[in-house]
């Protein structure tokens, strides 16, 4: 199964939030962060509405974004936990938990990932 993530910049405004790794196939994005028990890069899952964490060995910041990729809810999801669907979302953005303070991330930021 081929589980290869494409690499991306994650940025906002012009400015580098993160290296990110990008989830657009349906092997990738099944096999997002699972196994991890660190988070080093954002993950980026295209065509999400929702998320889990089983399998996940540490906390997640999770950001939905509409298809505009503006950031419309974000929430902390511990280990082991699924989230409810976001009919609005298009994207997830998946980072370490304390990863969106870091970043200052807020409902209504705009997103751009950049293909590297």
Known sequence: ?????????????????????????????????????????????????????IGVKTALDIAYLDAGGAVIKTERVKPFRISAPVSRSKTVVEAGAGSFERWNLKVGDVLEVRIA
């Open 1 to 53: 199964m081929n589980t290869e993530f494409r690499s991306a910049w994650l940025m906002r405004s012009g400015d580098v939030l993160a290296s990110a790794d990008v989830a657009d196939t349906p092997q990738s994005r099944r096999k997002g962060l699972i196994g991890c028990s660190s988070v080093e890069n954002a993950m980026v899952i295209t065509k999400c509405k929702w998320i889990h964490t």
